[in-house]
């Protein structure tokens, strides 16, 4: 009687075991696939800007002729910045820093042309440009919102990587610490404005 009742504990604690394993698996995958999708997102809200440059490129070409060394600044970020993708489960540090650094030089392009824009009234004026750069900017306000969005899942998922049991096992779903998205170097120093 005494090995029957030996056997059935082990039985339903290794039952327990392996559902509570099982769960703990599930959850990590869980995480991974939201960090993932927002992920995803970011990607799409980068995407949207890089759509939209072609057009803004050509609306400027047309009143600023002699500012071409300025559009074709932009034009070649905007290969660099769409040629530099990450695969969301593999990402890296690095992998992110040279992503974010091909945006960013992208958007300091971009800074660069609605300088530029500034010499040209009529360009200004030009209907099509002022929706093109209402657009832009929305956009880059998705980016904004996507990015902590982003940053927000990681948190979740690495604060629980970072737990025990959890710590043990993610290596076993394939579930690693991802990187945050980080302020620009130097962004948090204000700018002079000398008048």
Do not use: C
């Not at 824009?117 to 093109?132: C, G, I, S, T, W």
């Amino acid at each position: 009687m005494k090995k029957w009742i030996v056997i059935i504990t082990v039985v339903v604690l290794s039952l327990i075991g392996a559902f509570w394993l099982t769960g703990a698996y599930n959850e990590l995958v869980t995480m991974d696939e939201a960090v993932n999708e927002k992920w995803a997102q970011v990607e799409n809200v980068y995407q949207r800007r890089a759509d939209l440059i072609p057009n803004l490129v050509a609306t400027v070409k047309g009143y600023a002729e002699h500012e071409q060394e300025t559009l074709t600044a932009v034009v070649e970020a905007r290969a660099k910045a769409t040629n530099t993708t990450i695969d969301a489960g593999n990402m890296t540090a690095e992998q992110l820093q040279q992503f974010q650094a091909a945006q960013d030089g992208l958007s300091s392009a971009l800074s660069r042309l609605m300088v530029v824009v500034e010499k040209y009234p009529d360009l200004k004026a030009n209907e099509n440009f002022r929706d093109l750069q209402a657009q832009l900017e929305g956009t880059e306000n998705r980016i904004t919102v996507e990015r902590m969005k982003f940053n927000e899942e990681v948190k979740v998922l690495n604060t629980k990587l970072r737990r025990i049991p959890y710590n043990m096992i993610k290596g076993m779903a394939g579930v690693d610490i991802r990187p945050y998205f980080e302020a620009q170097e130097g962004s948090e120093t204000a700018p002079k404005v000398e008048f």
